[in-house]
C-alpha cells in the first residue's frame, strides 16, 4: 500500500488524476473502472481539461462504472449515467460502446448482475479501478455485512447510505434504496486501485479499512489484501494514520 499525503481537495484531485493519466498514456487501451460521487469530482474535471489540451487520449480506452441506482432511468439527473456524462464522459472521447454502467431499470436484475460480469469479463478485467469510501466503510454499493459478496448484485441501502445520498434529491421519498453494484471479485482482481478521500468525516472509517481487521463488516477493509493499492488522501482524511 502506497499512501500520498495531499494537502488539501485539489491538490488531492491533481494528483490522483495524474496517476490516471498516466496510466492511460501508458497504455492506451486501459480498462478503468470509475467512481461517482463528491470525491472524483475534481481529478474528472483535471482529465476533461487535459483532454481539451491534446494531453491526453481516451479513444482506445475503456470505462465500467461500479454501481447504478435501481429504478432510476439513465436520463434522470441523479442516475450515475448522467453524472458520468455530465462531468467526464462527454468531455473526453471514450467511445460510446466501451462506457459500460448497469441498467437501472432492467426488467431482470439477475440477468442484469450476470451480463454485467461478463462485461467486466470480457474486456480482460479491469486495469485500474478508483474507488472512494463511504462513511460506513463501503466500497461501491458494497454495504457492510456477514460476508463479502463477491459478484455484480443487488444490494439494499443501508440508513447510512440512503441518509448520505438524501442530500441529491429534493424529495427523501425520492431516495432509491437499492443499487446494482460490482462485486468485490471484480473489485479486488483489478490489476491496481486507487483510493481517494477527503473530508475529516472520513478519518475514522480509513484508519479502520486500511489498518483494522479484514472484515465484511468493514467492506474496504478487503483494499488491505491488494498488492497494488494507492491511496491519496487530504490532510483531514488521513489524520488518524
Known amino acids: 500500500m502506497r499512501v500520498i499525503r495531499a494537502g488539501n481537495y485539489e491538490e488531492l484531485s491533481r494528483v490522483a488524476a495524474g496517476i490516471i493519466a498516466a496510466h492511460v498514456i501508458k497504455k492506451p487501451d486501459s480498462v478503468l473502472g470509475l467512481a461517482t460521487g463528491d470525491s472524483p469530482l475534481g481529478l474528472y474535471k483535471y482529465l476533461a481539461n487535459w483532454f481539451g489540451t491534446g494531453f491526453i487520449d481516451f479513444s482506445e480506452a475503456s470505462a465500467i462504472n461500479l454501481d447504478e441506482y435501481r429504478g432510476v432511468a439513465p436520463d434522470n439527473t441523479q442516475s ?101 453494484t460490482m462485486g468485490i471479485r471484480a473489485i479486488i482482481q483489478s490489476r491496481a486501485i486507487l483510493l481517494i478521500i477527503a473530508g475529516k468525516q472520513k478519518a475514522g472509517i480509513v484508519k479502520r479499512a486500511l489498518y483494522g481487521s479484514v472484515s465484511p463488516d468493514v467492506p474496504a477493509s478487503i483494499l488491505q489484501l491488494h498488492n497494488n493499492l494507492t491511496v491519496v488522501g487530504d490532510n483531514d482524511a488521513l489524520s488518524m494514520i
Do not use: W
Open 80 to 180: 450515475y449515467r448522467y453524472f458520468m456524462e455530465t462531468n467526464l464522459f462527454s468531455k473526453i472521447n471514450i467511445k460510446p460502446e466501451n462506457r459500460h454502467i448497469p441498467d437501472g431499470l432492467a426488467k431482470d436484475s439477475n440477468m442484469e448482475c450476470a451480463r454485467y460480469d461478463s462485461v467486466i469479463e470480457s474486456t480482460g478485467g479491469i486495469d485500474l479501478q478508483l474507488l472512494g469510501i463511504g462513511h460506513n466503510g463501503h466500497i461501491g454499493f458494497n454495504e457492510p455485512g456477514s460476508e463479502f459478496v463477491m459478484a455484480t448484485h443487488v444490494v439494499d441501502l443501508s440508513d447510512d447510505t440512503i441518509n448520505a445520498n438524501s442530500r441529491f434529491f429534493e424529495n427523501p421519498g425520492d431516495v432509491p434504496v437499492q443499487a446494482y
